[in-house]
């Protein structure tokens, strides 16, 4: 089996909880019907648009997609597997704008990019697995842990960048964060890095203080390299379902967002929530991660994310 091949099964395993409510939610609308097909009444499209909503795809393309299956060419009916086909190709419009894998082309070297996030929602580690795929690419990473909110932050990215054989520059708790920043980028350019990572705090409970820190950070980064960060990467726990869209919008405004990587979609049936934020925000879709290995984090492809999810 081939990595890629690896990867895939392991995409399509990790999103079956959302494809299953995908197709719970369906399935009711079909199993009494012979043989599984039936015209589309206006009364069935509202059903499966409701289905479609229930499934964290958002409002919008649910009605996109119940438009398509009202047109003409299913006047004949469909069955339940033709309506996830339709499903399927309607996700991967709206996703392939915005599968746009991390890139490393800033001159001079580093690439700086800034990781935020709430806490919990598995940013400490998105960027030791980031490392680890740049590093694969033939890239020398540095990480820097600029969450020194936390004692525990620091001591993880510790450990995970070990496991992911890449130096990371510390501090003690409660140092300063755009001051480690700036040592960080020293020490990248000194190391001759092609890439640079800074994790940072997540306390959004007090955003004025997060945006405070952040605009600092930024400040300081730039006055050393005036275009970085590069990119700032938002990390979203797919568990959170609804709720990833209220943090987008937040970190969108604090931060200034320009990328998000997603994560832990195989610990819940809300995947489809990953649609509803590309529809809404249009920010490109980095990374996808469904388990807790080293190697569980992959670049965004839409349309095998569009088939697993739909179950097509």
Known sequence: MTEKTSWLSRLTAGLSRSSDKLGGNLSGLFGAVPFGTTTLEPARLEAIEEALIASDLGPALAARIVAELGSGQYARGIDEVGVRAVVAAEIAKVLAPVAKPLEVIAFPRPQVILVVGVNGSGKTTTIAKLAHLFAEQDYSV???????????????????????????????????????????????????????????????????????????????????????????????????????????????????????????????????????AAEKFGLPIHAVGVGEGIDDLRPFDATVFAKALAGG
């Open 142 to 276: 540095m990480l820097a842990a600029g969450d020194t909110f936390r004692a525990a932050a620091i001591a993880q990215l510790k450990i995970w960048g070990a496991r992911a054989g890449v130096p990371v520059i510390s501090g003690e708790q409660g140092a300063d964060a755009a001051g480690l920043a700036f040592t960080a980028l020293d020490a990248a350019r000194a190391a001759g890095s092609d890439v640079l990572i800074i994790d940072t705090a997540g306390r959004l409970q007090n955003k004025s203080g997060l945006m405070d820190e952040l605009a600092k950070i930024k400040r300081v980064l730039r006055k050393s390299m005036p275009a970085a960060p590069h990119d700032v990467v938002l990390v979203l726990d797919a568990t959170t379902g609804q709720n990833a869209l209220n943090q987008i919008e937040v970190f969108r405004d604090v931060a200034g967002v320009t990328g998000l990587v997603m994560t832990k979609l195989d610990g819940t049936a809300r995947g489809g929530v990953l649609v509803a």
